[in-house]
């Protein structure tokens, strides 16, 4: 029997996903060699930057999967951090301390979210709209001013560097190792995590099913609503962590941090090849989502002369790109049906 | 008839009248102002008392009428939009700060500040007022020809817009000191009432005329209601739809223009900042249904000028402007839940529970 | 053979809110053995179907199952399929985005160390669908199949989740000729393994050609079970459309003349006119001629109007109106050259629940004025209260919103939203469905009345009876397309029967 490879729309979505962030980078190479974009670390720092974007896009593309969304995720992160620093520099507790707070605060917003939307049938954009103001507004209620963290054991956490063997050589000959931080292993432990759940379980395979035809689950006998709900649960959980992981990045807690990183969570979940109607998606995507977010970034700043804004026009453009090629996707296969 | 069967009459009569007040669409969004209202006067018991000085009006009252101005132009628009679609539109606070930015550097020519205008003002409220229908359509055509959900389409602008604003004022907040300028977001000379009370109420009159020249109400409700039937009664719900996020896109350029006007500049990071979740609230406590269909105009409109004094009860309540989202967003949901199908019918069930047999079922009608 | 009984359903009872949707209604199938349930609308088939397999409680009557005597309680389609009751519907109920093989074991994945074992799971589908002569790739994306194979998916999960009962709710709908047959051998070889299968459909040909058995509802009552070769097919349409009483007295008289046509332009002319859901037809009707569409349920009678008025788009072919031909893809177009339609499922396409009856009856007339000419409030309410009146109306008020209304109430104010356009061609589809006798006497007055007048109308109906007394002209259908044209003196049930029931002694 031949076989014949089929280019199926996800493959589709998922090449011009990567071939994009291939492009941009090597642009980058070509264009910013001197200006240092062909290094290692350049593209490390992709990952550092990004880490806990990583996370908090995993738990967003587990929930854009079942066919629902999540906008209170940069809202939540900003609430992580301010709780935390909070909580280490005010009440004097410990990082560990801190860390458990962040996922108790994570696991909170997605055990009330995923209960209105699950079991009250609620639109989830309006839940978690509410969500996102009421993560902002706490932010401000634990404090109006920035906390910068002193806490020693943290600062620990956020500067470890580990040392890779690839590096450049400097113009004296020393050889300068490239380096990562914990926050990139943790990240990408937890987008292998999320890639084996979502191919090798029998609740990940719930959620495609969940998120490609509601009625049909509900048919075959899946529990649609516990489905739902753990896939918002688990969406705060990692929401919390890479809030913290975030927040080891910026080691502060401030009103309006992470403001519109919901934004970059859907955008690069979409840009990965995310279906937004649902039943459609992968972490390893989504990375590359992030990972073109984080060109997008890294290519503006080097540039020098272009406004930080860019970068939110550039993305929320190639979202909007993403999306109508997925409308257009849609109609073109019901029409041939 | 005997005395026991006119009491009786009178009883029904008696409750009749209270079923017609309390099942008025306006009562649901009256009943909550009076609530907001009489916690204002609570806390502040001076605040009805209104003062002239100087030639114009003071107090509380008039502050939250004042203020509540661009909400309401929000309101009206968001209303349409959720009536026709079942969706709302999260860009309106950034597109009030693309139009007031498209303004601002219209009229000072390009410099970050000016104090003449270097353009003519209608030239500069014109183009303003373009490119926010142009926002508008923008979202339509996502929604009603893609039929994208209408929060994710308009998810695209909400980020990308203030970002096209900072764009057009190069980064810099651009000021207009120029005092004819002030006037829309300040007083007209002579007049003690806020101008932007004029504008709202005008943009009101001005909707309601639309809607009693046009067939705008009959058509966004038949399309949000049943866009099957309206399809069959020869509607087009892709043109109504879309009509109606232009016309949101208009009216939140008119927003922003008088919030410009107010600070006499073009903020992009602060003009019209969660205003997006107060129009939406506005709706939702104007008792009009987010899912679409059935709409009250009026009922936005009680609800906007709800959500100001509510805005200012807490204020009062000494909690700053950042920590208000939080009882915005716990507002929302409990109206949200409240109107929820799975709740009324938890609800209903618990009723039955408590009062077996006596629930009244939809069937029983006069008719046959 | 020896016949074992392996599901057997004895006074089986449904009320909804006082209405018997099922009255001491007996089911049973044998082990092998292929069941037609056929009725036509109102019949209670949904309804047998939805209690057997757990959506319903019943509120009386006994299911037993296996030839047991202890009678068993079905709570929930879960419990249902466990009991080995399978249902197969209309709408696939599978996902699109998942592969073949996942769609098969959803939720019972086999699994190695506590991970799905892929391999594992494509190899036993494989080898499924391998069985049932199947011909797909377990790795295929379901939703790049064929709907014909997917609903062969559909049933194989069935199978090998070990039904005993399979349930196919009108599987064939969207099926053409060579997938049908597909789907028969399946059945054929599934009757061969012992499964019992119930087969709820309209097609006549498919069920003599297919089914060991027909159980006939009607009414929400049984009406009989019968052997297919002891049933020809004349005897079994007599059965379904069985006989209804009515108030024939008043009608008779004022149908007297039968018009002829001959020779006339007619009003409106479709030639070789097909959509996608139909397949070409043609035909004429007349200015003032009453065209009756007959047929058994789902024979495509509203796929064809709808196709006419353009609310469906048309594929293929042409439209003349008064010898001038049009081209008309969208219900507004239809509208304005004086169509108008009565569609056939009021709830979902007819009425506008929380809109007054004011704005229901008027919202016609008024997109055809267009958004810039609204009516006058005084208009509105003049022309509400006209119609109120003339089609006795039962509401409390015009501004009452019209969901608070009976079923038949609705019925007449959509009615009247379409006689307020004053159009020159009617299609009215199912019009007297869920209404009470006598006001179905009015409207069939009225419908004589208006041809009188000079309208035009097309009328579907799944009562002949009705039709015969209104329709001048009577298209009969079958299976999707035009199988016969009756009219003048041939204009009798028995014929009309004859037509629908098609082929003479065949049966099976």
Known sequence: MKKKKQLSDTSF?????????????????????????AKPQMFLNLFISNAGLIVISCGLTLVMITGGIDISVGSVTGLVAMASAYQMEVNGSGAYTALALSLLIGLAFGVVQGYLIAYLDIQPFIITLAGLFFGRGMTAVISKEMISVKNETFLAWAKYKIYLPVG???????????????????????????????????????????????????????????????????????????????????????????????????????IGGTLLSGGVGNPVGTLFGVLIKGAISSLITTQGTLSSWWVRIALSSLLCFFIVLQSVIASRKKKSM | MSSRGVKRKMASQKASLFKRITKHHLFFPLVCLAVVLLANVIKTPDFFVVSINGGVLYGYVVDVVNRASELVILAIGMTLVSAASGGQDISVGAVMAVAAAVCCEILSGGAVSTGAFQNPLILAVLAALLVSALCGAFNGVLVARLKIQPMVATLILFTAGRGIAQLVTKGQITYVRVESYKIAGGYIPGCPIPTPIFFAAGTVALVMLVMKFTTLKLYVEGVGINSSAARIVGLNSVRIQFVTYVICGLLAGVAGLIASSRIYSADANNIGLYLEMDAILAVALGGNLLSGGKFSLMGSVIGAYTIQALTTTLYAMNISSDQLPVYKAVVVVIIVVLQSPKFNQYFRSFREKLHPGNSVSRKEEPSS | ????????????????????????????????????????????????????????????????????????????????????????????????????????????????????????????????????????????????????????????????????????????????????????????????????????????????????????????????????????????????????????????????????????????????????????????????????????????????????????????????????????????????????????????????????????????????????????????????????????????????????????????????????????????????????????????????????????????????????????????????QIVGELTGGDLTQDKIMHVIAGGEAENG
């Open chain 1, 13 to 37: 979505l998922l090449m011009v996903t990567v071939g994009l962030f291939i492009l941009m980078y090597a642009a980058g190479m070509i264009v910013f060699a001197d200006k240092g974009f």
């Open chain 1, 168 to 270: 450049t050589t400097n113009k004296r000959g020393v050889f300068q190792p490239a380096y990562i931080y914990p926050t990139v292993i943790v990240a990408l432990l937890v987008l292998i995590a999320v890639a084996v759940m979502l191919k090798y379980t029998r609740f990940g395979r719930r959620l495609y099913a969940l998120g490609g035809s509601q009625q049909s689950a509900l048919m075959m006998g899946l529990n649609v609503r516990r489905t739902k709900f753990y896939a918002y649960t688990l969406n705060g959980f990692l929401v919390g962590l890479g809030g913290f992981l975030f927040f080891l990045n910026s080691c502060a807690g401030f009103v309006e941090q992470a403001k519109g990183l919901e934004m970059d969570a859907i955008s690069a979940s979409v």
């Open chain 3, 1 to 480: 053979m020896e016949e074992t009984i392996i599901l057997s359903m004895r006074g089986i009872t449904k009320l909804f809110q006082g209405v018997k949707a099922l009255q001491n209604v007996d089911f049973t199938l044998r082990k092998g053995e292929i069941h037609a349930l056929m009725g036509e609308n109102g019949a209670g088939k949904s309804t047998l179907i939805k209690v057997l397999t757990g959506v319903y409680p019943m509120d009386g009557g006994e299911i037993r199952l296996g030839g047991k005597e202890q009678a068993v309680t079905i709570r929930s389609p879960q419990e249902a399929q466990r009991r080995g009751i399978s249902t197969v519907y209309q709408e696939i109920n599978l996902c699109p985005n998942l592969s073949v093989a996942e769609n098969l074991f959803i939720d019972r994945e086999p699994r190695r160390f506590g991970m799905i074992d892929w391999k594992k799971m494509n190899q036993r589908s494989g080898a499924l669908l391998k069985s049932l002569d199947i011909g797909v790739e377990p790795t295929r994306q379901l939703g790049d199949c064929s709907i014909a194979v997917q609903q062969m998916i559909a049933i194989a999960r069935a199978v090998d989740m070990q039904c005993r009962v399979l349930i196919l709710d009108e599987p064939t709908s969207s099926l053409d000729d060579d997938e049908v047959e597909k789907l028969f051998q399946l059945m054929r070889r599934l009757k061969e393994q012992g499964v019992g299968i119930i087969f709820v459909t309209h097609f006549l040909e498919q069920v003599y050609a297919v089914c060991d058995r027909i159980t006939v509802l009607r009414n929400g009552e049984l009406v009989g079970e019968y052997p297919t070769a002891e049933l020809p097919r004349l005897k079994l349409v007599a059965k379904m459309m069985g006989k209804d009483f009515d108030d024939l007295a008043e009608i008779e008289s004022l149908k007297e003349v039968k018009k002829e046509h001959e020779g006339e332009t007619p009003f409106l002319e479709a030639e070789g006119l097909s959509s996608r859901y139909i397949k070409p037809f043609s035909l004429q009707i007349h200015k003032g001629e009453v065209m009756g569409f007959t047929g058994l349920l789902g024979s495509g009678r509203s796929e064809l109007v709808r196709t006419v008025y353009g609310a469906d788009k048309p594929v293929a072919g042409t439209l003349k109106l008064n010898g001038r031909p049009v081209r008309i893809d969208a219900p507004l177009n239809a509208m304005m050259k004086g169509m108008a339609y009565l569609p056939e499922d009021r709830k979902r396409d007819g009425i506008f629940a929380d809109l007054s009856v004011r704005e229901n009856i008027i919202i016609a007339l008024q997109a055809k004025r267009g958004p810039f000419r609204p009516m006058k409030r005084k208009e509105m309410q003049e022309s509400a209260d006209r119609y109120i009146d003339l089609l006795q109306i039962k509401t409390a008020g015009r501004e009452i919103p019209v969901r608070s209304l009976s079923g038949g109430n609705q019925q007449k104010v959509v009615i009247a939203r379409w006689l307020l356009t004053d159009p020159e061609f009617l299609i009215l589809d199912e019009p007297t469905r869920g209404i009470d006798i006598g006001t179905k006497t009015e409207i069939q007055k009225l419908i004589l009345q208006l041809a009188e007048k000079g309208m035009s109308i097309a009328f579907i109906s799944s009562e002949i009876e009705e039709m015969l007394r209104t329709c001048s002209h009577m298209v009969v259908m079958r299976d999707r």
